[in-house]
């Protein structure tokens, strides 16, 4: 199936990934894609999509093209999508974090579709996916929570909150409160993680004047947590 096509580009060659592309250029133009919702195992085959997407993004690509055609088909059908799969978002946020030590390539796609995302109605699905995932372990919230998160090791977590803090300020709005609660954790190793957090966020310097400026309301709004 094409998906599977998709995530074996890395290993396409000639022909082979010329016709792939090109079949991915088409779907893209008559919005083909949308016809996922459609199927009676949608959350799997988006599961399988993003991942696949991920493997595809590691493909040698000179013109920088594909990566520009991944980000569109994600952000497309992650917008549209109802609910964005629990698992899916872990991949994203995986991907996010591999840039140190992973595929470059992988990172980059998933910055951009989160990036995309961040203006459209999916960005609720990030900032519930990163409260849960802020859940103490063992605490009720966090058993309601746990599946959704797939319980990210607290390392893991600071370093997503901080790259989707990077992205777009408005992905952790939602989860500052818990922050301020979290600085006063009986949890010596868990305070520590997160105030480095907290301290990594405001000394992260804006480019953009409109993260300047939500980055400001933010601190403003918070002056525990920044204090």
């Known amino acids: ?4 096509q998709i995530a074996g580009l890395p290993e396409a060659t000639g022909s082979n990934f010329v016709h792939t592309v090109g079949l991915l250029e088409r779907l893209l133009e008559v919005h083909a894609f949308i016809l996922i919702f459609e199927c ?3 959350e799997g085959l988006l599961i399988s999509l993003v991942e696949a997407c991920l493997e595809g993004a590691q493909a040698k690509d000179s013109g920088g093209g594909l990566e520009a055609l991944l980000a569109e088909l994600l952000t497309g059908v992650l917008g ?3 609910e964005i799969p629990n698992q899916a978002m872990t991949s994203l946020l995986q991907a996010l974090l591999a840039k140190a030590d992973g595929p470059k390539a992988s990172a980059g796609l998933s910055r951009r579709v989160l990036a995309g995302l ?3 109605s999916a960005l609720r699905f990030v900032s519930d996916f990163l409260v849960d995932a802020l ?3 063992g605490s009720a919230a966090h058993e309601d ?3 959704r998160s797939q319980q990210m090791e607290l390392g893991d977590l600071r370093a997503a909150v901080f790259e989707l803090f990077a992205i777009e300020p ?3 709005a939602r989860i500052l409160p818990n922050l301020q ?3 006063r954790a009986e949890d010596a190793d868990r305070r520590a993680v997160l105030t480095e957090l907290v301290g990594s966020m405001l000394a992260h310097k804006k480019e953009r004047n409109g993260a300047a400026a939500l980055h400001a309301q933010l601190v403003e709004s918070h002056p525990l947590l920044f204090d």
Not at 1 to 4: C, L, P, Q
């Open 181 to 183: 609660l979290e600085l």
């Open 170 to 172: 408005s992905f952790v």
């Open 145 to 147: 929570g746990g599946d």
């Open 80 to 82: 549209d999508a109802d």
């Open 40 to 42: 009676r195992e949608s």
């Open 1 to 4: 199936k094409f998906v599977d």
């Open 118 to 120: 961040a203006s459209r």
């Open 135 to 137: 859940q103490v372990p």
